[in-house]
């Protein structure tokens, strides 16, 4: 096998978030509209798991929504030691992986090894014929954040459970939320961790911008500056997020936690109204920005949603001419 073979992957998964998985997913629906919610169990005696190379008995608590054509996972292990250790230990939850198909996650798993990254956890024998599996990979120096290789079985398990029931999925408008917009993950160098998305996975090109704009950060007015490294994967972007000012909500993350995903964009209508929702629901908005992107007419505003949601909810208008 070369060096150099890239990973054949069939796109992105979803993005995982560590967290109280029915309480969280009520949250996002009852809160956001986001939803509805499927609850599974994986795991069990049947389940091949290996935890940091060691065989271990995995059991995982799970939710999953979909939200335009990208999927939420919310995840929670059940058995102890499990794969979401550390990071529970070091900020309580939060956004930990970020997942990509695959047809022989066998294949993609040697590939990972060669290529030099570290294993987490690898789990075959997943679903009702058991055909099924995934793996996670120690990808954050090189790409900022952990990242799984799936292969979905043919046949799940129904589902324990759904949230809200089929009879009451009427969101009653909420946010107006039309689907993701990007995917942010707050890295040190754009460039460079694109290169590696680049060289493993054969993702770009990529389009390299500088953003600036006015903005208001924790009430005080700024200046900010960031790099970007954007590419679309279907309808929704990822986004490698380089801070080049401070104070900025990127660089205090960076400061705080290390490389990470940062935060999920949400493309609203108009940001104003959607904002006063949020705020009279008791979220803080923390950070706004106008008058960005290609025609100046670009809007956005972040609100303090990491211990509610797992991560950063970013509304945004987006500009024309993206």
Not at 86 to 94: D, F, L, N, Q, S
Not at 254 to 267: E, F, R, S, T
Request: aromatic share 8%; net charge negative.
């Amino acid at each position: 096998m070369s060096a150099a073979e890239k990973i054949e992957t069939k796109g992105v998964w979803h993005f995982a978030i560590i967290k109280d998985v029915r309480e969280t997913a009520k949250r996002f629906w009852d809160d956001l509209g986001i939803g509805p919610w499927q609850f599974l169990t994986i795991g069990g005696p049947d389940i091949r798991a290996a935890l940091h190379g060691k065989p271990v008995d995995l059991k995982v608590s799970a939710g999953v929504a979909q939200v335009g054509s990208m999927f939420i996972a919310l995840d929670k292990a059940i058995t102890s030691p499990g794969p979401y250790d550390e990071i529970e230990a070091k900020r309580g939850g939060g956004a930990h992986h970020l997942a990509f198909l695959v047809d022989d996650l066998v294949k993609a798993e040697a590939q990972m090894i060669e290529r030099g990254y570290g294993v987490i956890l690898s789990g075959h024998g997943i679903g009702v014929n058991a055909d099924g599996g995934g793996s996670y990979f120690d990808a954050i120096e090189n790409m900022g954040t952990v990242i799984e290789f799936a292969q979905v079985p043919r046949e799940m398990p129904a589902p324990d459970a759904m949230y809200p029931a089929a009879d009451k999925l009427d969101t009653g408008g909420k946010l107006g939320i039309k689907g993701p917009v990007h995917l942010a993950i707050a890295v040190r160098d754009a460039e460079k961790a694109a290169g590696h998305y680049q060289d493993l996975l054969g993702i770009g090109p990529w389009r390299i911008e500088t953003f600036k704009s006015d903005a208001t950060y924790m009430g005080k007015a700024i200046s900010i500056s960031l790099k970007a490294a954007a590419i679309n994967l279907g309808p929704f972007m990822l986004a490698l997020e380089q801070p080049l000012s401070s104070p900025s909500p990127l660089q205090d993350f960076l400061d705080k936690n290390g490389q990470g995903i940062h935060h999920v964009c949400l493309a609203v209508d108009e940001v104003g109204p959607a904002a006063e929702k949020m705020e009279k629901m008791g979220y803080a908005k923390i950070f706004t920005a106008s008058g960005f992107g290609p025609n100046k007419d670009g809007e956005a505003a972040y609100f303090d949603t990491e211990k509610t949601f797992g991560i950063t909810i970013e509304l945004a208008k987006v500009p024309t001419g993206m």
